[in-house]
Antibody, heavy 121, light 109 residues
Framework: QVQLQESGPGLVKPSQTLSLTCTVSGGSISSGSYYWSWIRQPAGKGLEWIGRIYTSGSTNYNPSLKSRVTISVDTSKNQFSLKLSSVTAADTAVYYC?????????????WGQGTMVTVSS | SYVLTQPPSVSVAPGKTARITCGGNNIGSKSVHWYQQKPGQAPVLVIYYDSDRPSGIPERFSGSNSGNTATLTISRVEAGDEADYYCQVWDSSSDHDVVFGGGTKLTVL
């Protein structure tokens, strides 16, 4: 049973870079059949897709965040990571990592439990 | 960018049928996925590719998609179905971006 677990600081100062890691257990991130995504949800609001990475290293980002986002993968550690630069209070949210089978229009079939990140001085 | 429109809330009595809509321009040409999210929990996939159910999801959950509207139908609604529901598609016109609807709060009366 594949599981995802987010980790990283729960508090980030404005203008700094938010860094989170998602650890994949119960399966290999290099299986080649999945994309690996980050999704966030501000308190009381809806879901926002941040971006995805394939194990080849190819990425797609939400255009609204593209200038500030970097997603990378470390297959040796079975992890993928998110960096979001120049954060503001608007980036305060629960951040989820999720698995997305490849193929046109794939759904997110497995999600991490989510990690709360607050941007505040 | 592509926009998905959901009603903010839907209310239904136990045992009745709930229908949650997701509107989008020619959404019938896209694959629609639905998620259930209970308070304090991560979303759970309940319908994928318009009408398929993942393993473990009750048959009471079904989906359809045609024209400009996709619909999630929950039959014989139970108290435990009370949750937020989100639809999602790929916007193939913009480098396979992912788009979520704004979410619908299902209240079981």
């Amino acid at each position: 049973q594949v599981q995802l677990q987010e980790s990283g600081p729960g508090l980030v100062k404005p203008s700094q870079t938010l860094s989170l890691t998602c650890t994949v257990s119960g399966g290999s991130i290099s299986s080649g059949s999945y994309y690996w995504s980050w999704i966030r949800q501000p308190a009381g609001k809806g879901l926002e897709w941040i971006g995805r990475i394939y194990t080849s290293g190819s990425t797609n980002y939400n255009p609204s965040l593209k200038s500030r986002v970097t997603i990378s993968v470390d297959t040796s550690k079975n992890q993928f990571s998110l960096k979001l630069s120049s954060v503001t209070a608007a980036d305060t949210a629960v951040y989820y990592c999720a698995r997305e089978p490849t193929g046109a229009g794939g759904a997110f079939d497995i999600w991490g439990q989510g990690t709360m990140v607050t941007v505040s001085s | 960018s592509y926009v998905l429109t959901q009603p903010p809330s839907v209310s239904v009595a136990p045992g009745k049928t709930a229908r949650i809509t997701c509107g989008g321009n020619n959404i019938g040409s896209k694959s629609v996925h639905w998620y259930q999210q209970k308070p304090g929990q991560a979303p759970v996939l309940v319908i994928y590719y318009d009408s398929d159910r993942p393993s473990g999801i009750p048959e009471r959950f079904s989906g359809s998609n045609s024209g400009n509207t996709a619909t999630l139908t929950i039959s014989r609604v139970e108290a435990g179905d009370e949750a937020d529901y989100y639809c999602q598609v790929w916007d193939s016109s913009s480098d396979h971006d992912v788009v979520f609807g704004g979410g619908t709060k299902l209240t079981v009366l």
